[in-house]
């Protein structure tokens, strides 16, 4: 009898599972949307690898959406699966959030504060605490999520297949599906057109009249796919998001992504919202996305209003834009367009063509996994895999690269993809000036400006406060109110986000950009800064000195000497870094502008008094909070306490090297493990300490520990910080250039964390501040050539090792050098 219910129990189980996976239905009849997919295909055969330096590739479809391989041109994104019964493209679009412009300050927290405030000097944390989580935190107190737009499935009558591979050329930014089934030799490329802002998916076959498939789109909620009127070959999926505003009045988006089958031979039939294609020679689907986002600008200007055409017009236009152009002409000038961009870094880390880089992207992983140490072919498309994300994901004009980049299948992604400002999104940007990608950087410039308005509000609703703040994380809309809970109570964002156009001027030396946009970020961030710091009273661990309050060291806790846990203090270490990098930022900005006295004095002022980062007596390390706290989780995550190693330039082996010995011990004892991110940003502060081997032991860590089969960097879950931060990591192992001389001049330093297990090699187009783009060559890990162009002339100065050499240069010169640094 008992076994008889276990029998029963595991059939339900089994009927359960079944039902979740639909795994055994047609693509289009299925409906649950997961992260999983079957494809029902048998796969036979070995697909060899296809040519190309930087190409992931697989013998088989993705299982997992984590498998899939992303395209994207700034807003338009898709993962494709690369299935052969069944085929999945999840489709995004960049501008598709939940929510709308909120005004979120809390009206009490100005009365608050100060009492807030004493009960922090006064030690009385948690009470601080509980005070700010009932007065502080925003109204609403979070923000509403990215969204998938949709997903395109399509099933075919294929069901065997031989010798199968999907990939993806980054330098092309291409993705191919290409198989031999019944003797047709089938193909598959997608891409998403950087020029016409289409996705296109364009299929051929060996013989005539051999492809077929239905096709339909989906999402999980809110939208719903029919036949488009215009056309017999096109399906539309539409839908609004039920969000409303405060007057109950709708306010979410609308949004519809079109698909048009183009085909050449056989027959393209619509019904209600399916597709079908028969017996064709070639297909090719136009897919366009779109939503009624008025923009990061109208939303700076305060104008909430969605502009222009619905989204299901612009959809049609924009397809009717691209089918003006052929298939090849449209792919001709994708590649074009990406490779101004893609081309202007190479990196060959070997000369030997190790065997097992023929073998595919995941099982090149799994291998690397098991031996506990990475081919070097796999370091070079990883590197390169960052600039590719970079360039799908962030466009000018366009929203910055989120959480998860441009790529997510959920309603509901983790944190909901949105832009966290306690590391993640400046993370995402790292990589945009050392990589040669400048231009890349302006969506996030164009946040801030959103930023600056919406946050100058919250600064003087809460603090009382000149210039602009924002909070530990924003979203679309321009959210900068504390968010999540008390945790959210950390007003840096600003302080930190206005390093990133200080940067590209630093990199561009373009004083016209840093006069009209990076210098006004910066000054308005000061301006809250300034307003923001107390003077620590008597009896406190920095009396006298003027540090932050309240103040949380991102996201770690540390033990009082009761014994309980406390997260809120005043003058955790990285304010001061973040504050120290900032208003040393200004002056020079405003040095440079010949501009501001008034201000820069202020600055200065500030600096002078501002509590220093202080070495704990107890353990040597670098003090993450202004008293000598315990952390509760000694590996945490966060290294927010280094900011001055990196990204800041406070703390350095020349400057101040007790302090670059703290910092290592710090490093040493936050561990060589931690989340995707956290890995790639203490590789970057190796490097800082011009530790190659030991940042190379956490990029293998990172690689063989942390990253996906697609390559995707997993937190986990999967979140595309760590990917960006770990390619400026393998930049600034062979390029720094954060230093200056007394007068101010640009140090480059040439190799100065090159791994031991990197002896040879080459790279070229990285970029230093200065406005130098830097070739390198090196053998036995030593420099055999150098070439400099400056791009703004000015002064050069190099360092090599114990070498050093100095030129001055013209706009344009190319300066090539020896192993000694000797012109040649
Ligand atoms: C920060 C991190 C988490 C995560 C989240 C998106 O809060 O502490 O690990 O990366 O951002």
């Not at 020029?195 to 051999?210: E, I, M, P, Q, R």
């Not at 959210?488 to 004083?511: F, K, V």
């Not at 770990?726 to 001389?741: H, K, P, V």
């Not at 130098?772 to 002339?793: H, L, M, Q, Y």
């Amino acid at each position: 009898m008992r076994q008889l219910g276990i029998l029963v129990l595991l059939i339900s189980k089994l009927t359960w599972l079944y039902a979740q996976n639909e795994g055994g239905l047609p693509a289009t009849k299925r409906s649950i949307i997961n992260n999983k997919w079957q494809d029902r295909a048998q796969i036979s055969g070995q697909g060899s690898k296809p040519a190309g330096q930087y190409v992931l590739w697989y013998r088989q479809p993705a299982k997992i959406w984590e498998e899939a391989l992303p395209v994207g041109n700034g807003s338009l994104g898709a993962m494709i699966f690369g299935g052969l019964s069944d085929e999945r493209i999840q489709l995004n679009e960049s501008s598709l959030w939940d929510g709308h412009p909120v005004d979120a300050d809390n009206p009490r927290s100005l009365e608050a504060l100060p009492t807030v405030r004493k009960l922090l000097f006064e030690n009385k944390n948690n009470e601080a605490v509980a005070l700010a989580a009932k007065t502080m935190m925003g109204n609403p107190p979070g923000i509403k999520s990215y969204q998938s737009l949709g997903e395109l499935w399509f099933d075919t009558p294929i069901t065997n297949a031989e010798d199968y591979i999907r990939s993806l050329d980054l330098s092309t930014a291409v993705s191919s599906v290409s198989f031999k089934a019944n003797n047709v030799t089938y193909g598959r490329e997608i891409f998403s057109s950087i020029d016409n802002k289409v996705v296109l998916v364009h299929f051929t076959a060996g013989k005539k009249n051999k492809i077929s498939f239905t096709l339909t789109l989906k999402r999980q909620e809110n939208a719903e796919c029919i036949a488009d009127a215009s056309d017999g070959k096109t399906i539309v999926l539409r839908g609004m998001l039920p969000t409303k505003d405060a007057t109950g009045k709708w306010a979410g988006l609308h949004f519809a992504t079109k698909v048009k089958a183009v085909n050449k031979g056989g027959i393209v039939t619509v019904t209600d919202g399916m597709m079908k294609v028969a017996d064709a020679t070639e297909v090719t689907l136009y897919i366009a996305g779109a939503t009624n986002y008025p923009g990061l600008q109208n939303l700076a200007k305060g104008s909430f209003a969605s502009q222009g055409d619905a989204p299901e017009i612009v959809c049609g236009k924009t397809i009717a834009a691209a089918l003006q152009k052929t298939y090849p002409q449209l792919k001709k000038a994708h590649i074009e367009s990406h490779q101004k961009l893609f081309n202007r870094v190479q990196i060959n880390l070997h000369t030997i063509v190790d065997k097992d880089e023929s073998l595919p992207t995941d099982e090149l992983l799994a291998k690397a996994k098991n031996a506990g140490n990475l081919p070097a072919g796999l370091i070079e498309t990883f590197f390169q895999y960052g600039r590719y994300l970079l360039i799908s994901s962030s466009r000018p004009g366009g929203l910055p690269a989120n959480l998860q980049g441009l790529w997510a299948w959920q309603m509901n992604p983790p944190w909901n993809a949105d832009f966290h400002t306690n590391i993640n999104l400046q993370m995402n940007y790292w990589p945009a000036e050392i990589t040669n990608l400048p231009e890349l950087h302006q969506p996030l410039f164009d946040l801030q400006a959103l930023l600056a308005k919406t946050g100058a509000k919250t600064a003087k609703a809460m603090y009382g406060a000149e210039g602009w703040v924002v909070h530990h994380l924003t979203d679309a809309w321009g959210f900068t109110a504390p968010a999540d809970g008390p945790q959210g109570i950390w007003p840096m964002g600003a302080a930190w986000l206005a390093r990133h156009p200080w940067e590209h001027y630093c990199y561009s030396q373009d004083t016209v950009f840093l006069r009209q946009q990076a210098y006004p970020l910066m000054k308005g961030a000061a301006l809250f800064i300034l307003d923001f710091l107390v003077k620590a009273p008597e009896g406190t661990a920095c009396a006298g000195k003027l540090v932050t309050n309240p103040s949380y060291s991102p996201e770690n806790a540390f033990k009082l000497p009761d014994g309980s846990k406390a997260v809120f203090t005043y003058g955790a270490t990285m304010d001061l870094e973040i504050i120290h990098d900032l208003l040393t930022n200004c002056i020079e900005a405003s040095n440079i502008l010949d501009t501001d006295a008034a201000f820069r004095s202020k600055c200065q002022a500030a600096l002078q008094e501002l509590a220093p980062v202080r070495i704990s007596s107890a353990t040597g390390r670098v003090m993450e909070w202004a008293e000598d706290y315990q952390e509760v989780e000694p590996h945490h995550r966060h290294t927010s306490h280094l900011y001055g190693l990196y990204p800041g330039n406070q703390i350095t082996t020349e400057a101040t090297p007790e302090l670059a010995v703290a910092a290592r011990k710090t490093l040493e004892a936050r561990g060589d493990d931690g989340t995707g991110w956290s890995l790639a940003w203490k590789i970057n502060m190796w490097n800082r300490l011009h530790d190659g081997d030991h940042a190379y032991k956490l990029l293998t860590v990172l690689l063989t520990t942390k990253t996906l089969p697609n390559l995707f960097d997993n937190h986990p879950p999967f979140q595309i910080d760590g990917n960006f931060g770990a390619t400026a990591a393998i930049a600034e192992m062979f390029l720094q250039s954060q230093g200056r001389t007394k007068d101010f001049h640009y140090i480059l330093e040439l190799l100065p964390s090159l791994p031991a297990a990197l002896s040879e090699g080459r790279v070229s187009g990285l970029c230093a501040e200065g406005g130098f783009v830097v070739d390198i060559e090196w053998k036995n890990n030593r420099a055999t050539k150098i070439s400099v162009r400056s791009r703004a002339g000015g002064e050069l100065n190099l360092r090599l090792g114990s070498i050093t050499a100095k030129f001055n240069t013209r706009s344009g010169e190319l300066i090539q050098l020896d192993k000694d640094l000797k012109k040649m």
